[in-house]
């Protein structure tokens, strides 16, 4: 072994700052504070050439300065596990209480107090206490319910933990270890519910609770620095999760270079460079399964739209059921109108029955009144015989004119009958016409082909000359309407034609580019598929650089072990080297960082060009699609409407 002080840290560590004292800055011999090599225990033992000051040790604890007390028990009593061995900030150096004396809170309070009480109950309850706890037995509780109630807290804080000692000795240095400020007394565990000692007991129990919050709050979002696992919360993104990772590499690092640890600091390194190759990897793949994705959305795409729009059938129901609901609701407006007149007509048959039951009354009172007239005057043989021949005569006249009654109303009814069917075939003529016309866009005046001229035909019920039956004149202007309408669309069907012609020569044309634009887009991919490869080439050759780079190193940091054990002198020259060797590597991984970024650049430069024409070339083709289908759907009606 060197019997010789090291005279440096080695060159390949990181150096920092110690705190400077007051001392080290009178001394006017320099402000700059030196660092020296760690032992094997993790103490500095070491010191500069120049006889300098010591420099300071971990701010971390070790396993040497922590209390021997809390491995070996409280009070003689014996814990089952460390209570160190937990993530907290709790010991420090000396393990003592640097706290104020007094009490500031006021624990005497009745508000403080219930307080305190609501805070207890609410941890007890939610984190599985066993047994029942109301604020009535907290607010005097006995020696029982104390000592359960702090074991369960004592436990969450270290499930290992378990206490064989006296109440009274292990609940003071327990406080004592995790620096709660003020002391608590044993005196005032002996009575523990009295109200003298109970208030502050409760104010440390409740300390003690929000401790463990704070400690389960920090474990939830992900821990802090000294967290081991590195795994990001529930609610973080990652982006947050890198950064929290990176940071708990640093700390860990940062951590192990104070410590003076070179091999663990080294191994911390490497490990971090895995798992960023593991997320590039990751990263890699995911960027693959994104590109298939993204090939089958554009086929879904192409074979959605390949298809015949939804819209337009839902188009032609939508227009064909408005239709029927016109013609439905004209043919019930038709209804009322034949339901208003017969309704008339019945009135008018019962006015007339009123009238007849009337004139049948006066009848009947006229008959009584010749009756009685015929009662009181004499009647001989020759008077009965001329009533009597009267009364005949009489009778085959009213039978006559009864069936004479009887031919004329069948006559009617016939007539009814005709007048009714013919009414309906015309009201079924005028419906189907105004469908026709509706589809034509000749009903109502405003419409696209009326010209200000009323087409709508309406039927009359209470018309009385054949000129008043129909609400337009037919032979006037209906039909001369029609006939002009029929030449425009003769002359614009021809018109339609020579563009239908030309419309096909243009979409031959784009379907000829299309195929151009094609085969572009397959040498883009060929070209990508080419750039990926060099990629991966890149890739592969960067890796093993690393690989050689890091196996240079290794032999160096072998060199610089053999150096050392055989002289001390040496070791500034050796580390040099290895410094210069790492600069060098460094260097490299940057030159290889910076080439990989041109080339994912170049990359993605060329993605976005090739989906750029590709969505130029796609709209060009819906366009040309619209317009074809658009041509060919106003041929399809030409006929309808010339018909």
């Not at 409740?206 to 967290?227: F, M």
């Not at 959605?304 to 013609?327: C, F, H, N």
């Not at 004139?359 to 009172?365: D, F, N, R």
């Not at 970024?597 to 130029?616: C, S």
Request: hydrophobic share 40%; proline share 4%; net charge neutral.
């Amino acid at each position: 072994t060197c019997s010789c002080k090291q005279t440096s840290e080695p060159m390949s560590r990181r150096q920092t700052l110690g705190p400077i004292s007051p001392a080290q800055m009178n001394r006017g011999g320099g402000t700059a504070p030196s660092r020296v090599a760690a032992g094997k225990d993790g103490s500095n033992a070491g010191q500069t050439n120049g006889g300098g000051p010591r420099s300071r040790k971990s701010m971390l604890p070790t396993v040497s300065d922590k209390p021997q007390s809390m491995q070996q028990g409280l009070g003689g009593g014996v814990f089952a596990g460390s209570i160190d061995a937990r993530r907290s900030s709790a010991y420090n150096n000396g393990g003592k209480a640097n706290g104020p004396k007094s009490d500031p809170r006021p624990i005497t309070d009745k508000a403080f107090i219930n307080n305190c009480i609501r805070t207890v109950i609410t941890y007890l309850s939610t984190h599985g206490y066993p047994a029942a706890v109301a604020p009535k037995t907290l607010a005097s509780p006995t020696a029982k319910d104390f000592t359960m109630i702090v074991q369960f807290l004592f436990q969450k804080f270290d499930p290992s933990m378990k206490i064989f000692g006296k109440i009274e000795d292990d609940v003071p240095l327990f406080f004592k270890r995790i620096n709660y400020p003020f002391a608590i007394s044993k005196s005032a565990l002996f009575a523990v519910g009295s109200p003298h000692s109970w208030p502050a007991v409760l104010a440390a129990l409740t300390w003690l609770v929000e401790l463990l919050n704070y400690n389960a709050k920090v474990e939830e979002q992900g821990g802090g620095c000294t967290s081991a696992s590195g795994q990001p919360g529930l609610l973080e993104d990652q982006e947050s999760a890198t950064k929290r990772q990176f940071f708990d590499y640093i700390c860990t690092s940062y951590r192990y270079f104070l410590a003076g640890d070179d091999a663990r600091c080294n191994a911390v390194d490497d490990e971090m460079l895995e798992q960023f190759r593991v997320k590039e990897r990751a990263v890699a793949d995911a960027h693959a399964r994104i590109k298939e994705a993204n090939s089958a959305v554009v086929a879904e795409m192409q074979a959605i739209q390949s298809q015949p729009s939804p819209l337009v059938a839902a188009q032609a129901r939508r227009a064909e059921r408005g239709a029927d609901t016109e013609k439905f609701e004209k043919l019930i407006d038709n209804l009322n109108a034949l339901k208003a007149s017969l309704e008339r007509k019945v009135s008018e048959r019962q006015a007339d029955v009123a009238s007849k039951q009337e004139e049948l009354a006066q009848v009947a009172q006229e008959n009584e009144g010749l009756r009685a007239r015929v009662a009181t005057q004499p009647v001989n043989k020759s008077d009965l015989n001329r009533l009597v021949m009267d009364r005949s005569r009489q009778r085959e006249v009213v039978d006559a004119v009864t069936s004479q009654c009887e031919d004329l109303e069948a006559k009617v009814h016939q007539q009814e009958v005709q007048f009714v069917s013919v009414l309906k075939s015309l009201e079924a003529s005028v419906v189907r016409y105004n469908h026709m016309a509706h589809r034509l866009k000749l009903v109502p005046a405003s419409a696209k082909r009326a010209d200000g001229v009323t087409y709508e035909l309406r039927i009359n019920r209470e018309a009385s000359t054949p000129q008043e039956l129909a609400n337009v004149d037919l032979k006037g202007v209906v039909r001369p309407g029609l006939e002009r309408l029929c030449e425009a669309y003769r002359t614009k069907a021809t018109e339609l034609g020579r563009d239908l012609l030309s419309l096909r020569e243009a979409a031959s044309s784009m379907a000829e580019a299309c195929s151009e634009k094609r085969e572009e887009n397959a040498a883009a991919e060929a070209q990508v598929a080419k750039l990926e490869a060099q990629l991966k080439a890149a890739r592969e050759a960067q890796e093993e650089k690393v690989k050689a780079a890091g196996a240079r190193a290794e032999r160096l940091k072998e060199e610089v072990g053999a150096l050392r054990s055989e002289a001390c002198y040496r070791q500034a020259d050796v580390e040099a080297r290895k410094a210069e060797s790492q600069m060098e590597a460094e260097a490299l991984q940057r030159a290889c960082d910076a080439e990989i970024a041109k080339l994912r650049v170049d990359l993605r430069t060329a993605l976005e060009a090739m989906l750029q024409h590709r969505m130029y070339v796609q709209q060009k083709l819906d366009a040309t699609a619209a317009a074809v289908r658009q041509v060919q759907q106003e041929v399809h009606q030409l006929p309808a409407a010339m018909h």
